[in-house]
C-alpha cells in the first residue's frame, strides 16, 4: 500500500499563501488521478481539488483562482499551492486517490490555520 505524507501546512494571516506537499512512498502515477481534500473542525472531509496524471485540474468553486493542484510524477509528489487564503480554508488538507473511501488508507493530514 502506498503511504502518503503531506506537509506544508501552517499559520499565516488571513491574504497569505501556502504551499503543501504530498509525498507518496509509491508511483502516483499508478494511482492515477490524485486529490486533494479538506476537514475542518467539525466537519466532514471535503473534496478540494483533482489532477489527473495527465495533468487536467479540476477544483471546488470555493477555492477556483486561489489554488492550484499539481503533480510530479518523477518524485511521487502532489501539491496544492494555495494563495489569498482566508479563515475559510481553516482545515486538515489530506491527499489521495481520487474517490477513495473514508474506510480506506489516509495519511495524517497537515494542518493550515488562517488568522484575520
Known amino acids: 500500500q502506498v503511504q502518503l505524507v503531506e506537509s506544508g501546512g501552517d499559520l499565516v494571516q488571513a491574504g497569505g499563501s501556502l504551499r503543501l506537499s504530498c509525498a507518496a512512498s509509491?508511483?502516483?502515477?499508478?494511482?492515477?488521478?490524485m486529490a486533494w481534500y479538506r476537514q475542518a473542525p467539525g466537519k466532514q472531509r471535503d473534496w478540494v481539488a483533482s489532477?489527473?496524471?495527465?495533468?487536467?485540474?479540476n477544483y471546488v468553486d470555493s477555492v477556483k483562482g486561489r489554488f492550484t493542484i499539481s503533480r510530479d510524477n518523477a518524485k511521487n509528489t502532489v501539491y496544492l499551492q494555495m494563495n489569498s487564503l482566508t479563515p475559510e480554508d481553516k482545515a486538515v488538507y489530506y491527499c489521495?486517490?481520487?474517490?477513495?473511501?473514508?474506510?480506506?488508507?489516509w495519511g495524517q493530514g497537515t494542518q493550515v490555520t488562517v488568522s484575520s
Open positions: 509509491g508511483s502516483i502515477f499508478r494511482l492515477g488521478t
Open positions: 489532477i489527473t496524471t495527465g495533468g487536467n485540474t
Open positions: 489521495n486517490k481520487l474517490g477513495t473511501s473514508r474506510y480506506n488508507y
